[in-house]
């Protein structure tokens, strides 16, 4: 049960676009679209932004996306506010019927 | 509005056991599945446990296996976390999360609604 691979940071102008990948194995990310990412800001509780790889939740802006390859998914957030700073997460469901965690990507707005 | 209000954190020495709690409201629990998340401080999220709506089949990560035991009681819309055995390392904020109402087909992966977490510390 490895962590799944982020960037540790990243960093944007406001309303340029930046991408955050998020690499598996073929226990995880490879095996299945159940991809989901996650913002969360200091001392607050995650939130839900992507689920299966690329579908929004109801609320969440459509400046937010998602995708997948392979054994990578990627987040991708256009046109970026300076709300948008923050950690963000991706989780993949494994082969072990267990859920595993990136280990985070701290976002700056520049 | 849903709800997940976590308590029972708290400090306990090394080898010490700690309970604790997930109340829920706002939604129909027996239809829900509910998950533990952890993070230790300036760390990331650790997924831990996961209980399914009817208490039939629990899920652990290998770091706690073996020492912490999820349970619920749907009549008290409530989940558990009985931790024993606790080590250093487990010093975290713990979350519980509803398992997402977003699905494809049967299978909802995701987690769509989380409590503010309690935190458990771990020293003697």
Redesign the interface.
């Known amino acids: ?1 490895s ?1 799944l691979t982020q960037p540790a940071s990243v960093s944007g102008s406001p309303g340029q676009s930046i991408t955050i990948s998020c690499t598996g194995t073929s226990s995880d990310v490879g095996s ?3 991809v ?1 990412w ?1 913002q ?1 800001h200091p001392g607050k ?4 932004m992507i ?2 790889v690329s ?1 929004r ?1 109801s609320g969440v802006s459509n400046r937010f996306s998602g995708s997948k390859s392979g054994k990578t998914a990627s987040l991708t957030i256009s046109g970026l506010q300076a709300e948008d700073e923050a950690d963000y ?1 991706c ?1 993949s ?1 494994t082969t072990s ?8 990507t701290k976002l700056t707005v520049l | 509005q849903v709800q997940l209000v976590e308590s029972g954190g708290g400090l306990v020495q090394p080898g010490g056991s700690l309970r604790l709690s997930c109340a829920t409201s706002g939604f129909t629990f027996i239809d829900y599945g509910i ?1 533990w ?1 952890r993070q230790a401080p300036g760390k ?4 831990v446990a ?1 209980i399914r709506n009817d208490g039939s089949n629990k ?5 706690v296996k073996g020492r912490f035991t999820i349970s619920r009681d749907n009549s008290e819309n409530t989940v558990y976390l009985q931790m024993n055995s606790l080590r250093p390392e487990d010093t975290a904020v713990y ?1 519980c ?1 509803r398992r ?1 109402a ?1 699905c ?1 087909g049967n ?1 909802c ?4 609604s ?4 309690t935190l458990v510390t771990v020293s003697s």
Do not use: C, I, R
């Open positions: 049960q962590a299945y679209n159940y989901s996650y969360q509780a995650p939130k839900l689920y299966d579908n939740p997460y989780s469901y019927s267990t859920w595993v965690f990136g280990g985070g | 998950h998340v990331g999220l650790e997924w996961f899920y652990y990560a290998d770091s979350y999360a997402s977003y494809t299978s992966n995701s987690f769509d989380w409590g503010q977490g």
